[in-house]
Every structure is written in structure tokens, then in C-alpha cells.
């Protein structure tokens, strides 16, 4: 009994080891693909540096640059934003450095940009346009309101 216990768990252990030597062999042949990577100067170069603060830009208003990077010619400036609604607020007017795209992420708020005006709840997008004057107001007492903008500029 006890030889027949020594030669399965020998088996097993070959077996095993095999199965290690196929399978590293298999992960060799498929590398995982490389991440997306930006130019110089989009990202930090440290991996640990902490995401930027938020600052305001108008009333009620914050923002933080995400991604500031431009087109392969030049021609085109791109920009992510995270932005952030006080509780309870009407922003001030803020004009963007270009035409954007705004997803509301969390939270609900009314928005007046120009001539158009709207409602976001969570998921639903609107577009900006260039040079419009942008206002939210965010009638939740207790949360912020956090929104996503794709600014698009050209240079």
C-alpha cells in the first residue's frame, strides 16, 4: 500500500512538472499584448506619482487634466478632464479650451452651454461646443457631481 502511494504521488508529481513545461512554453509563443502608451509627457514617469489634484475653475466648478497629449501631425490638441460639480451649487460660466465631449459618471446635474441646455444622469453624454460658456448646476445636497470631458482643440 504504502509503494503504491509513493508511485502516484511520484506520478503526480511528474506529471505535474510536464504540464509546467508546456504550459510556460504555450505563454511563450503568445506574450500578452503591450500596453497603450502615450508620448513623452503625457504620463508620469514615475508609476507611483498620484493623480493630480483637482483645482477650480469656476465656482462650484473643479477640474484635473487626466491626459493632455496631441495628434500624431500636431494639428490636433486632446485633453481628458475629470470635473467635479459641488453639492448644491450653480456653477460659474467657464469656457473650455475647445469643442468637448462631457459623460457624467456619477451623480445628476443640469447643464446650459451656450444655447443648449440639458440634463445628465449617469452614462449619458453631450457635446460642447467650441468656445460655448458652460454652466452646471447640481441640486443634490450631499454628493458631488463627477463628469468625464474629451477637449479637442486645434493648435
Known amino acids: 500500500m504504502a509503494t503504491t502511494t ?3 504521488l511520484i506520478l503526480l ?3 505535474a512538472g510536464a504540464a ?3 504550459l510556460a512554453q504555450v505563454v511563450e509563443k503568445n506574450p500578452p499584448p503591450a500596453p497603450i502608451t502615450f508620448p513623452k509627457g503625457v504620463r508620469s514617469a514615475d508609476p507611483r506619482a498620484g493623480t493630480p489634484p483637482f483645482a477650480a475653475i469656476a465656482s462650484g466648478l473643479y477640474a484635473r487634466t487626466i491626459v493632455d497629449t496631441q495628434s500624431a501631425k500636431g494639428d490636433l490638441k486632446i485633453q481628458v478632464w475629470s470635473l ?3 453639492p448644491k451649487s450653480t456653477t460659474g460660466d467657464v469656457t473650455l ?3 468637448a465631449l462631457l459623460s457624467l459618471t456619477a451623480g445628476a446635474v443640469e447643464y446650459a452651454a451656450g ?3 440639458g440634463k445628465l444622469q449617469p452614462g449619458d453624454t453631450a457635446a460642447i461646443p467650441e468656445g460655448a460658456a458652460l454652466r452646471f448646476v447640481n441640486d443634490d445636497g450631499l454628493r458631488p457631481a ?5 477637449v479637442v482643440s486645434s493648435r
Open 146 to 150: 463627477i463628469l468625464r470631458a474629451v
Open 13 to 15: 508529481a511528474v506529471t
Open 20 to 22: 509546467s513545461v508546456v
Open 84 to 86: 467635479s460639480v459641488s
Open 97 to 99: 479650451p475647445g469643442a
Open 6 to 8: 509513493r508511485f502516484v
Open 115 to 117: 444655447d443648449q441646455r
